[in-house]
């Protein structure tokens, strides 16, 4: 699948109207085939813009690892997370 595919085929989960009050999470993509400089500057870039709230506590980052022989899986685990929440 190329980058292309898989942003058109994820959008609903990087769409903020329903990741927001759903997960209550940002989601973005960054691509880490990048050239080492350019990922290194967008890392930068979203550690200064999302480190911290604006009371100053710390908020953290989570790396999903995608992998489609775990799609079944990571599937029922959100929704017994989804479960969870009703």
Do not use: N
Not at 6 to 13: G, K, N, T, W
Not at 67 to 86: C, I, K, R, V, Y
Request: glycine share 2%.
């Amino acid at each position: 699948m190329t980058q292309q595919e898989l942003v058109a085929s994820s959008r609903p989960i990087l769409d903020a109207r329903q990741t927001k009050p759903q997960f209550q999470v940002d989601a973005y993509f960054v691509c880490l085939s990048l050239p080492p400089k350019k990922l290194v500057r967008r890392a930068a870039y979203w550690y200064s813009l999302w480190a911290h709230r604006r009371s100053w506590t710390w908020k953290g980052y989570l790396e999903v690892d995608l992998s489609p022989e775990e799609d079944t899986e990571a599937l029922e685990l959100l929704q017994q997370a989804q479960g969870a929440q009703s």
